[in-house]
């Protein structure tokens, strides 16, 4: 168990004055199963009205307006959570509820050469007839062999990047990892869950997968990442099916404007 400060600020900047800016925040982590969260500020200026919704995966978002006119608009959480990820966790419905993480999305479907790598999975870890691998071997196994084949290379992919784009470039960032490991989960059958969210260290937010164990009846999270199983060291914001569920930031204006954002994400370990 730990228990880690986070503070999280987005800022955008525009080109020119806009107006009548309605927005979505997908931003501020809640408590669950495996973290218990004290949110000690919450600020998003300019702002006229806000009001608080529930997604379809049952994470909480904001929302809100202001129509006065405005050259730039900033979101600031900080807090403290405390977690446990210990012996992973359930969510949803127990008796089929990961049914719905099986299915490929338009971000997360496999090329040829991604089936492939599946189907020598398939073959060498759940073929075996007398002794089959372990769950969390065939996991980080293949977590493994995405870290090795990928380069972290930002600015190479951006929101629309599918899996089977990143894995043919063999380049990208968290959210590219994220899906080709996620896209090779569901092409064996295992369910798998797109999460968003913070981690330790200072950088921006991050990106990591849930993976459905069926023998035990949990959900256990992996960082392909980073290559390491996720631990109390991570801040979950919300999970879905790929990243456009995911989103922390969205809306729309009024004006002609370029918009220049920037995230800052710092999480630390305190006693």
Known sequence: MKKLHFYYRMFSGFSSMISDHSFTLQCVPESNDVQQIEIRKKQIAPVEWI??????????????????????????????????????????DAEGGQKMYCFPTELTACSPEMRALASRYQKEYFDQEKN???????????????????????????????AAEAYASKKGVCQDYAHIFIGLCRALGIPAVYV???????????????????????????????????????ISVSHGLDSADCIMNKGIFRGVAQENQEITVIVEEIE
């Open 132 to 162: 089959p691998a372990a769950f969390a071997d065939v996991m980080y196994a293949l977590m493994h062999e995405v870290f090795s084949i990928m380069e972290y290379c930002p600015g190479t992919t951006d929101t629309r990047t599918t």
């Open 51 to 92: 009001a608080r919704g529930k997604d379809s995966f049952g994470y909480s978002y904001l929302y809100g307006n202001t129509k006065e006119g405005h050259d730039s608009f900033c979101v600031e959480i900080e807090g403290t959570a405390l977690v446990s990820r210990v012996g992973g966790y359930v969510f949803g």
């Open 196 to 234: 968003a969210g913070y981690m330790t260290g200072e950088g921006a937010s991050h990106a990591w997968v849930a993976v459905f164990d069926s023998e035990r009846g949990r959900w256990y999270e992996i960082d392909p990442t980073n290559d390491r199983w996720v631990d109390d060291g991570y």
